[in-house]
């Protein structure tokens, strides 16, 4: 079975610092690296994307290779053809298949029946290689990982656990503050806690998502009521530590998870490499799949 990336747990802290180091290297040279040449990678799209699109299709064409966007309604699994069998005919023909879509079953069994790596470009329950780009954003940041602290403040969901994952393999200390029913469960040792200022105490970042992701819409009022005490604003990044700066994996409704000042200032800015950093992540993580 070829190896995947299905939630970040299958690294381990050398790969994963390393696969970091990589990941700036190719950001510096962007086409140092043919590591795909020759190579297909399927990219299926269940759900919209913007970053996760255009982050794959180009990094897979600066490794060199050819990026082969799928959409489940041009495809024979939207009429019923099997999971095993979509994975045994990709394995056919591609040499690794990214899956942005909602149940993590799906990529689980194309992994299990596949002979190609799986990576997980998003799913309901994680979002692993945006994980890989936000702890790339802090060692740009910050020069190193040791001794840093992320806060993530709002509904404890794929991204939260994502963080707490491949940060508490990094050596990252992970705090997550959510409100009752939107709290994520134990996981990876982050801290748990239902006050957004206790979390960011201490913490050199602190991090948003959206209120209402895809999918929510029907509880959009109750989850805005909720989660109105989480958002990142001025006050909350003051009570972090000196020079704490703003993440956010995007796309933001300033006014609501984070107030346009801060999105649009200078404590905003590394969010914005934080969508570039998806691309150089991925093409370290592609490189580590299909080129060892």
Partial sequence: MARSFLTGA???????????DRAIALKADPLGSRALAGKTVALLFEKPSTRTRLSFEAGVVELGGHPLILRPGEMQISRGESVKDTARILS???????????PDALLE?????????VVNMLTA?????Q???????LKERFGSLEGLKLAYVGDGNNVARSLAIVGALAGV???????????????AGAQLTADP?????????VYADVW?????????????AALTPYRIDDALLDAAAPGAIALHCLPAHPGEEITAEVLYGERGEPIWDQAENRRHAQKALLELLLAG
């Fill in 10 to 20: 299958e690294l381990s802290s050398d790969e994963l610092h390393a696969l970091l």
């Fill in 92 to 102: 056919r023909h591609v040499q690794a298949v990214g899956v942005r879509t909602g």
């Fill in 109 to 117: 069994e194309l992994a299990a029946e596949g002979t190609i790596p």
């Fill in 125 to 129: 329950g994680h979002h692993p290689c």
């Fill in 131 to 137: 994980a890989l780009a936000d702890l790339m954003t």
């Fill in 173 to 187: 200390q992970v705090a997550v503050a959510a409100p009752e029913g939107y709290q994520l469960e134990p996981v």
């Fill in 197 to 205: 200022y206790e979390a960011v105490s201490g913490a050199h970042a």
């Fill in 212 to 224: 209402v992701s895809m999918g929510d819409e029907d509880t959009a009022d109750a989850r805005r």
